[in-house]
Antibody, heavy 123, light 106 residues
Framework: QVQLVESGGGVVQPGGSLRLSCTGS????????MHWVRQAPGKGLECVAV????????YYGDSVKGRFTISRDNSKNTLYLQMNSLRAEDTAVYYC????????????????WGRGTLVTVSS | SYDLTQPPSVSVSPGQTATITCSGD??????CCWYQQKAGQSPVLVIY???KRPSGIPERFSGSNSGNTATLTISGAQPMDEADYYC?????????FGGGTTLTVL
């Protein structure tokens, strides 16, 4: 079945860096746009980054522009999120989510989602 | 920036119809999706492209989108439908989520 598994979360000090990974299985990874969506404790959903299927088109949320970088390795079925200059407000569960419709972008929604990985930014 | 507005909470009795709205400027010109998130779980897509249901989503879930408002309708809501619901759209280069609506069925 289609599955997404995130890893790389943890505790990091303000100003530090962390790299998240998401490995997909059960589908042709290179056919789909991929996304990172985060959820701060007790809060709603925020999409931080999008990468289209070929990896050459990327979009970022305003709150992370210039600090976070999304990338993908289609040969390894893996999505990445490099997070630099981390702040306390970046504390959240980070979800990896696949585009819902093959060959399309974020307008068609995200399906499925991984279980998430917790990032805590604290001194 | 583009904003999507949802009511914070909706409450219905079991078997009643639950209606959750999502408002945004000319939202009807964009695709709208809906997600269900139960406590402690990851979000699940329940409606995409305004009115389509992914496989495995019960028929009681339906969606519409026109003008400035998208609507998620749960016909014959069940206690298992208690969850937070989020709408989502794509505006130019930005993914936008609504603030979420907590549905209570009791």
């Amino acid at each position: 079945q289609v599955q997404l598994v995130e890893s790389g979360g943890g505790v990091v000090q303000p100003g530090g860096s962390l790299r998240l990974s998401c490995t997909g299985s059960g589908f042709t990874f290179s056919d789909y746009a991929m996304h990172w969506v985060r959820q701060a404790p007790g809060k709603g959903l925020e999409c931080v980054a999008v990468v289209m299927s070929a990896g050459n088109v990327k979009y970022y949320g305003d709150s992370v522009k210039g600090r976070f970088t999304i990338s993908r390795d289609n040969s390894k079925n893996t999505l990445y999120l490099q997070m630099n200059s981390l702040r306390a407000e970046d504390t959240a569960v980070y979800y990896c989510a696949r585009g819902a419709v093959v060959g399309t972008g974020p307008s068609q929604g995200f399906d499925p989602w991984g279980r998430g990985t917790l990032v805590t930014v604290s001194s | 920036s583009y904003d999507l507005t949802q009511p914070p909470s909706v409450s219905v009795s079991p078997g009643q119809t639950a209606t959750i709205t999502c408002s945004g400027d000319k939202l009807g010109d964009k695709y709208c999706c809906w997600y269900q998130q139960k406590a402690g779980q990851s979000p699940v897509l329940v409606i995409y492209e305004d009115a389509k249901r992914p496989s495995g989503i019960p028929e009681r879930f339906s969606g519409s989108n026109s003008g400035n408002t998208a609507t998620l309708t749960i016909s014959g809501a069940q206690p298992m439908d208690e969850a937070d619901y989020y709408c989502q759209a794509w505006d130019r280069t930005t993914v936008v989520f609504g603030g979420g609506t907590t549905l209570t069925v009791l």
